[in-house]
């Protein structure tokens, strides 16, 4: 986590993509997550990519649930759309804001938690549907937020700082995604900015 406010000059040397735009135009604001969580590293790859692709951040709704990943979407575009919903249902949200507006880009941001617990049915759904979107799942493979229990996504036989050992089996998400018939699916490590970004 950072204290340092960002500079409100922009400096004429920054480079630029093919809309004239920086990357701190596609920045958000100041993250709150703890020193060194990999949800900040992919928020750095959304914000890159977004530059990358001269994507117009007037354009692109990113809708969230409930967790720590779903604070990230206030860390990239701040100048987008933006609506954090309820535990588990960003896909159901995000899916009647595409059917209102079939015009924008739609970035749908969850965690473990939010897609493969409480919002299981409404993840399944979602890809059921064919829904236009972009569904990043931030898994980390505990609830941050509630101080570390396991989540669903944890593997089997991890340990818990205090020592609990995992005796669920873990749910695959990837696995369920292509099972369901996804038209795109990828799983990277938020510590390797090469395969967030290829």
């Known amino acids: 986590m950072t204290y340092i406010a960002k500079p409100k000059f922009h400096h004429p040397g920054l480079q630029k993509n093919e809309l004239g735009f920086t990357h701190r135009d596609y920045e958000g604001k100041i993250s709150t997550l703890c020193a060194g969580c990999g949800h900040d590293s992919i928020t750095a790859s ?18 969230s649930g409930i967790g720590c990943s779903s604070k990230t979407p206030d860390y990239f575009l701040g100048n987008s759309h933006g609506f954090n919903s309820v535990h588990g249902r960003m896909p159901s949200v995000l899916t009647g804001a595409n059917l209102a507006n079939r015009n924008l880009i739609y970035l749908g941001v969850s965690g473990d938690g939010d897609s493969a617990s409480i919002g299981f049915g409404q993840f399944a759904h979602s890809i059921r549907r064919a829904v236009n979107m972009t569904y990043i799942v931030e898994n980390n493979g505990v609830y941050g937020l509630t101080k570390g229990q396991f989540s669903a996504t944890a593997d089997r036989g991890s340990k818990s700082k205090k020592g609990v ?14 099972q ?19």
């Open 46 to 63: 959304i914000i890159e990519a977004c530059f990358e692709l001269s994507i117009e951040p007037h354009r692109v709704a990113k809708i």
């Open 165 to 178: 050992m995992n005796t669920d089996n873990a749910i695959d998400l990837v696995a369920m995604a292509l």
């Open 180 to 198: 369901l018939g996804a038209s795109f699916v990828a799983r990277s490590f938020s510590g390797d900015k090469t395969q967030l970004v290829p």
